[in-house]
């Protein structure tokens, strides 16, 4: 299973910019495009369950949003009496006070951390 985090926004374009179908009333010409407020969106993903568990947020990953995440929204959703394998990124939030290792790890599951990008790099 993999976790990992990402920033999203929505993007309000211009009719210059826009796709609509014949007859669909277009935006008004001359509006500039605007973004809306960035989210993080937290996934957990699994080739055998697919979506595990999301969250999207506005604030900023940090250790305490992440352990909320790993508590209240990815344990809940693990099929109970089967150890998972656990994969997320070395971003330092993860491993802050080892939190959400350790509330994995009380139940059973194993934690990875992925190596870093520069070791995946081509030469």
Known sequence: MDVDEAKAELVECDRLKAHFLKGDVAAMSGMPSKRSVAYNVLLAISPIYGIVAYWIYEENTNAQVFASFVQNALLPCLPANIEHTVLWDNLSCHFTGNVA???????????????TSRTHSPR
């Open 101 to 115: 290792i350790d509330l994995l790890k009380n139940k059973g599951h194993k934690v990875v951390a992925r190596p």
